[in-house]
């Protein structure tokens, strides 16, 4: 019982510590807005920048950390979706905090095959206003200063942000980004 409450505390002041963190983090960029550029490696170790997708549409996508539950279920959803992404010119690009090794990992252990991107230091997940910083027990649990916080932003081929999605559910997000795509094009 003492082991359960304790365990309920370190949540309850994990989740406490990541919500005020987020008070600091940049702003969201809105839709209607340039999207910012960003030059990140990939799970293979190339440089990728969003100005390599001109003539695309771009699904960006910010996610906490690899192999963790949800992450694992949107990246899934996501690749098994792409076939429908291809066919209406998209790319799908994840990034968070992780190191490219954990990517290369990561997308070898889950067969992902579109990008995933570090970005170890946090500038482009803040750029997008998706820096979580880590205190205390957050830090300790995952093992990093910083997380990227669930958004995903919608980027057009002339690289202007059409749609912003926030705080995202994993399980149905894919779908809800594909019906948003198709009614844009």
């Not at 968070?96 to 070898?108: G, I, L, M, P």
Request: charged letters at 20%; glycine letters at 6%.
């Amino acid at each position: 019982m003492k082991r359960y409450i304790g365990t309920r505390i370190l949540l309850a002041t994990a989740t406490l510590a990541i919500a005020a963190a987020s008070l600091f983090a940049a702003a969201v960029p809105a839709a209607g807005s340039k999207a910012p550029d960003f030059s990140l490696p990939s799970q293979e170790g190339a440089q990728v920048s969003l100005k390599d997708f001109k003539g695309k549409w771009v699904v960006l996508y910010f996610y906490p950390k690899d192999f963790t539950q949800g992450c694992t279920i949107e990246a899934h959803n996501f690749q098994e979706d792409q076939p429908k992404y291809t066919a209406l010119n998209a790319a799908i690009v994840g990034v968070s905090a992780d190191s490219v090794d954990s990517h290369k990992e990561f997308c070898t252990k889950e067969n992902l095959t579109f990008k995933t991107l570090a970005d170890p230091t946090g500038k482009t997940i803040d750029q997008y206003g998706s820096l979580n910083k880590l205190e205390g027990a957050a830090k300790e649990r995952f093992k990093q200063d910083h997380i990227a916080a669930r958004n995903t932003f919608l980027i057009d081929p002339q690289g202007v942000i059409k749609k912003v999605y926030t705080n995202v559910n994993p399980t149905p997000h894919s779908k809800e980004v594909l019906a948003d795509l198709a009614g844009l094009k």
